[in-house]
Structures are given as C-alpha cells and as structure tokens.
C-alpha cells in the first residue's frame, strides 16, 4: 500500500508556490521549503497536488512551472471559494465528478479509444440535445442580421481580447487579474510579480483572437486554421520552437490523470484529419463547438496547449455565425479539469456540456451588455477597418510629423479607397491620429516604444 502523504506536508508544498506570484519550477519550490525533502518526494508529493487540482503546471520541460490556482491564498493555500461561481451539474455531470476527484490509484489506466470519434455521425449523432441547441442559439443571436462573418466579434473585438485572453489563461493557471490583462493587452504593460510567460501565454491568445475575428471569412475547421492557430497560442511557450503549428510526434502525459495519450506519429495525423472533416460536416454551430473541445484535447494533437486550441477553435463556428462567442466567463478552474478528465477517462461529455452551456449563457449575457453600452457601430469603419488600421500604423510607426501624415493620407487614400469614400476615410484617420492616446494605441498594434516616439514627433510638429 502507497504511503499516506499527510495534510502538513502538503500544505508546506503549497504554501511554498504561493510565495511565487508567477508560479515556480519544482528546484525552486525545493528551496523555499523550510524542511529539506529529497527532490523525487517533492516531485512525488507535486503530481498528487496536481492530481486533486490543487496544484497546476504550466509549460514543459525545462519551462515548467507549478502554481496555485485561481482563488487560494498565496500565503496559506487554503481554498476560498466565497465569490467563486458554482456550476450546476447534471446528476450525470456529478457522477464525473466523484470519480475523477478520487484517488489516482483507484482510477483505471485508460489510453486513447478510436471508437470514440468513430461513432460520432455529423449531423446524426449529437452531444448536445435539440432543446439545448436551441437554447444556445436563442441566447447566442445578436439582433444583426445578413452581415458579413465575424461582424458582431468585431464589433465587441475589444472587450473579446480582454475576456476570453484573460478567461483562457486563467483555466491554464495564469495569475494575472483581468485588469493586469486589460493593460497588457491596451497599452503592451506587464504586471509587476509575474513571470514572462504569464505575459506571453496572454499576447499569444491575443493574436490567436485577431486571426479567427479578423479571417472569420476564411477560418474554419481545416489545418491551415488549427495549425496556424496553434502556433499563435504556442508561440515562445514550447521547449522545441518548431513544434508550434506541428503534429505531435513524441510520447506526452497528462498529470494528474490516468489517460494515456495516443503514441504512434501516423494514427495522431489521421485521427486529426478526421476530427477535422468530422467537425466541419456538422452544421450546427453549437454542436460544432462542443464537439471541439470534446475531440480535440482527447487526440492531444499537438505537444502542448491543446485545451487552448480547443476553447478557441469552439469560437470559429460563433465567429463566422455572428453568434456571441465564447469567452468562459467565470467557468471555475477545478470544475473545467474535472470536465476534461471525465472526456479523457470515461469519454464521458455531461460534466463537460454542463460547464459548456453555463459558460456560454453567462459569455452572452455579458457580450449583449457590452454591445448595448457601446451603441450602434459606425458601418463606414466597420468596412474600412483593416485599411484603418494599416494606415494609422504605418503612420505612427513612422513617425511622421503632422503635415506629412496630411500628405501621406491623402494619397494612400487616392490609391486604395473607392474615390466616394476618399473623403470620408482621410477625415475619419485623420480624427484617429488627433485622438490618439496612451490609452488606445494598442488597437493598431503599434508598440510602447513606437507610439511614444511618434508623440514626441506629433507634438513638436503641432
């Protein structure tokens, strides 16, 4: 019989990560704890941690680091759950639950079952039932109707940046707050306690975002969208660079779980080909996103951050719809894992559904909030938008001063813009340039250093 680890030693381990605001390797945890242990007792004693959700890891190999999740205490590790929302589960959802939270030797050792995807039948079988998809479809319909795809992400393409980056980062261990990620995201400032790639993890979702809103007329589910979108996501965050935007060709783990992986190179490539094919025949865009992150983090397709990929590609179907999207706002970190191993261990979806319809009410109900406090979109910058964008930043990364910008707009305008709509546009980049702040730069995507050195310029050419 295994060893019982007492509740003291366990609660020393932890109170040592919480020491570390931007997580910690297992040598430094080492080393902050006040009783010396063997290396392998503290890895041994880590894997239980994490096996019960109380601790989680973040990266590989040599960037790996252990952090206490969203809600506990950094200086005594103890669980406080008072403002963290609570799920309502299925009695099916709750089954999931008791199990995965049991011990690790009492689970199964279970690997990769192909029958799982092959009995799915696009638009014959179904996770989500006809009331639940309605039910989403309902919540989800902004009143727009007949636009182009992704017209309502990019009318709430602000606050969607700031949400679901923030959101997504949470459920993979990231202690920044929402307002450390808004100034991240707004004005390129990292927050002050937190490791490098707390802040990389939250810029990588950033661009993944702009690429599915800003393509949504071409993204789907294909490998140029997955892959590209893993490589967005992994991007300075993987041991081996090039393994971002590759299939996965070495063995992997999933700690605190008893699911192993697919191992063998050429079956993970057809797997994925068909999770692919499958996934873009079913024409219900909810369905289509559940079944996602379902399949997805099941193949475990890439070499790490396949949960991300998983909750961003559920977006594709409600960006390209004009559905609101998801942002997994609130969704607990503990209830999302336990979800994910019921998938992985029991090929079991309930727990996952309950998360995922819960999530998705709430995401609506605060995209619909936004969008009422934002008003009525312009259409002329709605249209012109990616032109916008690129001729404000070329200014600004220029350092142009006012009366070139002057010149420089009107001729970029005579060669690009539709001759009605020349003056309108020259007016509208113009406003952009005089209202330009510390505060909203970042929508160009021009950086700190850049846009301070076109202020100096502006203001002296004023």
């Known amino acids: 019989m295994a060893k019982q680890v007492s509740d003291t030693d366990l609660a020393a381990v932890e109170q040592a990560i919480g020491r570390f605001s931007g997580g910690a390797s297992a040598l430094v945890i080492l080393d902050a704890l006040a009783r010396p242990i063997p290396l392998r007792t503290l890895q041994h004693r880590i894997k239980y941690l994490a096996g019960r959700g109380r601790v989680f890891k973040v990266g590989n190999g040599r960037s790996t680091k252990y952090h206490l999740p969203a809600g506990r205490s950094r200086e005594d590790a103890v669980p406080s759950t008072d403002d963290e929302p609570t799920v309502p589960l299925s009695p099916s959802g709750i089954s999931i639950r008791d199990y995965v939270q049991g011990p690790l030797e009492a689970r199964a050792p279970v690997g990769y ?16 039932s006809r009331t639940e998809r309605a039910h989403l479809v309902e919540i989800g319909r902004p009143r727009i109707a007949g636009q182009p795809a992704g017209t309502y992400a990019k009318q709430i393409l602000s606050r969607l940046l700031i949400d679901l ?14 307002l450390d990620t808004r100034r991240l995201i707004e004005l390129g400032e990292e927050a002050d306690g937190h490791g490098q790639l707390e802040a990389q993890m939250i810029l990588n979702h950033k661009d993944a975002i702009e690429f599915l809103v800003n393509a949504a007329e071409e993204v789907g589910f ?7 979108l893993h490589a967005l996501l992994a991007n300075n965050l993987l041991a081996d660079p090039a393994a971002a935007g590759r299939l996965r060709y070495i063995a992997v783990g999933i700690e605190g779980s008893v699911f192993l992986p697919l191992e063998v190179p050429q079956l993970i490539e057809e797997y994925f080909d068909q999770i692919l094919a499958t996934a873009a025949a079913i024409r219900d865009p909810f369905e289509q996103a559940f079944f996602a992150m379902v399949q997805m983090p099941y193949l475990q397709p890439f070499d790490d951050v396949n949960k991300r990929v998983s909750r961003l590609a559920a977006n594709i179907p409600l960006i390209k719809g004009n559905f609101s999207p998801l942002s997994f706002t609130d969704v607990p970190h503990r209830t999302y894992t336990d979800a994910v191993l019921g998938v992985y261990e029991m090929r079991r979806v309930d727990l996952l559904k309950d998360v995922f319809i819960w999530a998705y009410e709430r995401s609506a109900a605060r995209h619909g909030a936004v969008r009422q406090s934002l008003g009525e979109p312009d259409p002329f910058r709605l249209r012109y938008r990616s032109e916008l964008r690129e001729i404000v930043g070329e200014l600004i990364r220029g350092g142009l001063r006012r009366k070139d910008a002057a ?24 406003y952009e340039l005089i209202s330009m702040h510390e505060g909203n730069f970042a929508r160009y995507q021009i950086r700190p250093s850049e846009f301070a050195a076109w202020q100096t310029v502006w203001a002296a050419s004023a």
Request: net charge positive.
């Open 165 to 178: 980056s923030w959101n997504s980062s949470r459920l993979e261990g990231n202690t920044y707050s929402l």
């Open 407 to 430: 010149a420089r707009i009107a001729a970029w305008a005579r060669e690009k813009i539709a001759r009605e709509d020349q003056p309108r546009f020259i007016e509208v980049v113009e």
């Open 222 to 228: 294909n490998r140029y969208t997955i892959l590209n």
């Open 113 to 128: 079952d192909r029958g799982f995807l092959d009995l799915y039948r696009p638009n014959v079988s179904a996770y989500l």
